[in-house]
């Protein structure tokens, strides 16, 4: 299975998109589809900031989301899937300071 989710790693990167996402949301209704990592790593929103992430390689990934344990755990298994398609976890922060407590944000910086 480990291959089989490193292989996706290149799906991520060869999607030629003309925009840049430094943000991105991803929405209560889209986390509560199946997920799996073929799954996460096709959704074109992730896609999008994972091309602009590997752009440069001093760039971190945060995720935030609401205060409290829904949106820690919320946060905490996007962290994983992103681990699991080679994203480091060194980094990928956390910041529990997002009011809304239907999505996530997932932004890259320096």
């Known amino acids: 299975m480990c291959l089989r989710v490193a292989a996706l790693i290149p799906l991520l990167l060869l999607y ?3 925009l840049r996402a430094d943000s991105v949301s991803i929405t209560a209704d889209r986390w509560a589809a199946p997920r799996s990592g073929e799954a996460v ?3 074109s929103e992730l896609r999008e900031l994972m091309s ?3 752009r440069r390689a001093d760039t971190r990934i945060v995720i935030y ?3 409290g344990e ?3 755990l919320w946060a905490e298994e996007l962290r994983s899937w992103l681990v699991s398609l ?3 976890s060194s980094r990928i922060m956390l910041k529990g300071t997002l009011q809304r407590h239907d999505l996530l ?3 890259t910086v320096p």
């Open 70 to 72: 829904t949106g820690s």
């Open 65 to 67: 989301h609401a205060p």
């Open 105 to 107: 944000r997932v932004e």
């Open 52 to 54: 602009a992430f590997d």
């Open 41 to 43: 790593a096709g959704w």
């Open 86 to 88: 080679g994203v480091p």
């Open 16 to 18: 030629s998109l003309p």
